[in-house]
């Protein structure tokens, strides 16, 4: 089923799970396509076709290898994501930095209590 | 136990076009880290974070029940978000409506998850919205946010800098 213009930027190609999962590997270092279709148990043609996404938004690069063909990560890319989440992460991290304060009150009436009843 | 602090490690990802997840360890065991997400006196000392001041937290904590928080940001104007309870499995499991009441038309659905493993707990929040165009506007007012402490930050440094 034809999916129009997953293709155009770093946010649509890592929308797809599958293609997370193929960041995920190259980011521990860079594999040869039959390699990513052992460790994916996905057939050749769809991990070539999510390879091909990734290459055009410049996330993967590819070199020749004698007759393979390895890929290899470029994060670059996902910096603007970064960038994006970057500022609603950091309002999540200050509301949970004061709920480290609540929880640890909490943890030390539970232990006052445990105290009082030996 | 020591307390081994967590501060700065949210870790928000998007798991798909229309979903959010949140992710964070706390240093408590999931009894107390539930005790203190769902208690109204005690979310009102930290929801607003550093943004504002929570005015009211209301919980009906029962299977469609409704939650309202509201809070008024620092920057005087008021934020409030309401929902329903869909599934609670108490110190396991909470599974909500949200709505923020600036945008009442974008509905998202919260599964929060707590995990415990070696007294500390895992808490994994998913938001499911029902448009991408609607996570994107909620991710997107964290932005907002965050470039609006930015500029009041800049206002104070500004300010400092013209004290004689």
Known sequence: MARAATTTDAFNAVAELRRRQILDLLAAGERPVNDLVGLLD????????????????????????????????????????????????????????????????????????????? | MSAVTSSGTAVVTLPSDTQVRITR????????????????ELIKRWWSGDRGEVTSI???????????YVMVANEGFEVGFHGEYREIVTNERLVSTEVYEGMPDAEAVDTTIFIEADGRTSVSILIEHSSKEHRDAHIDSGMELGLQEALDQLEQVAVSLSVP
């Open chain 2, 58 to 68: 209301d919980v009906d904590l029962r299977v469609g029940g409704r939650w309202r």
């Open chain 1, 42 to 118: 996905l057939a050749q043609p769809l991990v070539s076709k999510h390879l091909r996404v990734l290459r055009e938004v410049g996330l993967v690069q590819v070199r020749e290898v004698g007759r393979q063909r390895v890929y290899a990560l470029d994060s670059r890319p996902l910096r603007p994501i970064h960038d994006w989440v970057r500022a609603f992460e950091q309002s999540w991290n200050e509301r949970f930095d004061r709920l480290d304060v609540v929880l640890a009150e909490l943890i030390e009436m539970a232990d006052g209590d445990v105290s009082s009843d030996e």
């Open chain 2, 25 to 40: 360890d706390f240093a408590a065991p999931k009894h107390l880290v539930y005790n203190a997400w769902t208690t109204p």
